[in-house]
């Protein structure tokens, strides 16, 4: 089986299987970064990792044209369904087998209020298993040691923050990847503001030089399958 993961810029993607599409933290409106539309993406889960706006972005628009489930911590998931959209709530440490795979919270360390102020509970990444396949999205988060534990599970590919100033920067991402030791890297959460301007290239270099991981640095718009 293959799975098609598209980045849409930002902290954004979808994974695609035959007969399912998981889109991860829908920032679209005010992503200068987009390359799809809200009123387009399509979607069946919507996982959100921390109610700030770059990141729970239009998942109660998308949800609602698509009928999508939106799965997030406890917090973020009754904000959600306070707005009309089905969800399923989960916490940090927890996993559930959905139709798909199954998926773990895991912990970030960072902020989620959410837009209106209210509190999103703690921040979390996330651990998908698709069939024989393993995705870790870190989301939002600096670095933690504990990134060791995570990579015992068998990460094929994950998806790391390289931004800084608001997460960790390429620097502790390579360590994180040396933690973690994926099969592959892929960098997110840079250049869309200027506080967090990256050059992925660099990173993707200092990657394959110090670790045994590929790294694949997507533009916007851009798929990789697996
Ligand atoms: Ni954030
Ligand atoms: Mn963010």
Redesign the pocket.
Known sequence: MTIELTYYGHACFSLKTEDTTLLLDPFLTGNPLATVSVDTVPADYILV??G?G??IGDAITIAKRTGAIVIANFEVATYCQNQGVEVHPMHIGGGWDFPFGRVKLTIAH???SLPDGSYGGN?CGFLITIQDKTIYYA??TGLFYDMKLIGEEGVDVALLPIGDN??MGPKDALRAVKLIEPMVVIPMHYATFDLINQNPNVFARAVETETTARCVVLKPGESYSF
């Open positions: 990792s921390h700030h770059d990141h960072h902020g989620s921040p989301a939002d608001f997460t």
